[in-house]
């Protein structure tokens, strides 16, 4: 369970850093400074072929419009969800909260990097939105883990962005009242046996996800303890089971000596 988590943040905190270091590789290219959305588009369409778990990519002004993007998603990122007067101001990298879309249950969060003229004022700010939902799901199928295992992300409000099986019942729903997403909120990391969000007892592993200018998120991986004691249980035994033959062959071999001495 430990492993797990702690492989969940590590594979965050890389993908962040590859995020950040693409905007800031961004923001150095005179194609994004012009006044020419066809040539700032042109660029972006090349490079977000090249970063599956990039939806988005664009160049948003200080009022708030979309100076140029290229996208594979069907909707448009608003300025809220960019931090994008936090950008401005602070001129480093930003990260807005994570986002539900209703109408297909995906999770998103965007970053952010301030586009600075040769003046030194920032006036506008490259950005990305990555695809959390896609993040989750193949690292969750690029790791063995038991049968029955639920994995679940959670935001700093307690609302589940991600959740594996059974997302679609879950994602997109507020539960901080439920003691499993009490105990995340409050602990940040650890194990503990607690009832699942769907009722069923669960030991649990969790961790925070943490990342500079990331919005706080939690990770947990769940499974029924009858499961996680089912191997060992059954090494005991079979470990019984050799027990029980090597003193029948040593009460057998006792027996035949005795006899050859006699």
Not at 236 to 256: D, I, K, P, Y
Request: charged share 20%.
């Amino acid at each position: 369970l430990l492993r797990w988590t702690r492989l969940a943040t590590v594979d965050h905190a890389q993908l962040l850093d590859e995020t950040r270091q693409l905007l800031v590789t961004l923001a150095t290219l005179p194609e994004l400074h012009t006044q020419d959305p066809a040539t700032c588009q042109a660029l972006l369409g090349k490079l977000l072929k090249d970063h599956p778990f990039s939806v988005t990519l664009g160049v948003m002004g200080s009022s708030g419009h979309i100076l140029c993007s290229v996208s594979s998603a069907d909707h448009t990122v608003s300025p809220e969800h960019t931090g994008l007067q936090q950008v401005l101001e602070l001129r480093e990298f930003v990260m807005g909260e994570y986002v539900v879309d209703p109408a297909n249950g995906r999770a998103t969060v965007v970053a952010s990097y301030p586009l600075v003229d040769v003046a030194g004022h920032a006036q506008a700010a490259v950005f990305t939105e990555l695809d959390m939902t896609q993040w989750f799901y193949e690292l969750a199928s690029g790791t063995e883990l038991p049968k029955a295992t639920v994995l679940m992300a959670i935001d700093r409000r307690g609302r589940i962005f991600a959740r594996y099986p059974d997302s679609e019942r879950w994602v997109g729903r507020s539960l901080s009242e439920i003691p499993l997403i009490k105990t995340l909120l409050a602990r940040g990391a650890g194990v503990e046996q607690l009832r699942d969000v769907d009722g069923t007892e669960k030991l649990f592993a969790f961790t925070l996800l943490e990342y500079p200018a990331a919005p706080k998120a939690y990770i947990s991986v769940g499974i029924a303890p009858a499961v996680i004691f089912a191997r060992p249980n059954q090494m005991f035994r079979q470990g019984l089971l050799w027990l029980g033959l090597a003193s029948g062959l040593a009460l057998t071999g006792a027996w035949v000596g005795s006899d050859v001495l006699v």
